[in-house]
Structure formats: C-alpha cells, structure tokens
C-alpha cells in the first residue's frame, strides 16, 4: 500500500491507539530459555546453561586459531585460558544474555585470546633474539658464537 498524500494526525492516531490497546492486553511471551535453567548460588542467579555454552565456545575456538602457539608452554596456554572463561562466565552472569550471542560470543572471544597469545608469543621470541644479538654484537661475540 502506498500513501499519496501525508497521513493525516487523526487518522495515524485511529490506526495506532487500536494497535496499542491490544498490545498493552496480550500476554507476555514465554520466558527465556537461559531464565529456566537458573541456580542460586550465594543468593546470585547463575544461568546454568548458557555459562556452558560460554566455556564451550571458549574451548571449541582453539582449533580456529593458529597452531604455531604450542611453542609456548601449557601453562601461558592455560593462563590466557582461565582469564577467558573467568571473563566469559562473569559477563554471562552480569548481564544475561541469551544462548546463541553467549555462545558466539564466547567463541570470537576464544580465538582472538588464542590468536594473541600467539602473536604476543611471536613479538617476545622476536625481541629476545634482538636484544641478545644486540648484546653480542656490542661485546664483539659474532652472531653464531664464532670470533
């Protein structure tokens, strides 16, 4: 339907205030699916479900990031991975979001994690082996430890 003329105030107003009384008298939806899963924990609600979700997304994003970060050691891999969940799980508690954006969520925050532990990994090998062939060059040592 397409208007010619602007629509009239009298007559915008006879076609909203009808819509508006049976929208103020319909039921309210059905409850969310992450409010039926709920448990109390020290008089706190935590939905049980979508923190699931969340430290799945976390763990399940680690095959999306580059493999080259395993040079690093498990315990800088496990230390970026506990400050993920932690983080993860405290927003889904705070702020309650669905299933599916806590889980998508989750999961771009697990591969960005991964992704720059890796990369951060990469700059610190990279400066270490310049600042030590720096070290050797200003004491004379050549760069294969051969005078």
């Not at 819509?19 to 319909?26: E, K, S």
């Not at 591969?111 to 700059?123: A, H, N, R």
Request: neutral net charge; charged residues 15%; contains cysteine.
């Amino acid at each position: 339907m397409m208007f010619d003329a602007p629509l009239s105030f009298t007559k915008f107003l006879s076609g909203w205030l009808p819509a508006l009384a049976v929208t103020a008298t319909v039921e309210p939806p059905a409850p969310r699916l992450g409010d039926l899963f709920l448990i109390h924990l020290g008089g706190l609600p935590v939905p049980i479900v979508t923190c699931v979700l969340g430290a799945l997304g976390i763990l399940l994003a680690r095959p999306f990031a580059r493999r080259s970060e395993a040079e690093l050691g498990w315990p800088l891999k496990l230390l970026v991975t506990a400050i993920m969940l932690i983080t993860a799980e405290l927003w889904i508690i705070e702020s309650r979001p669905g299933w599916l954006f806590a889980f998508i969520v989750a999961i771009g925050m697990g591969f960005s994690g991964y992704s720059l532990l890796e990369v951060f990994g990469d700059q610190v090998k990279d400066f270490a082996r310049d600042a030590f062939a720096k070290a050797r060059a200003t004491i004379g040592i050549s760069p294969k430890g051969k005078d």
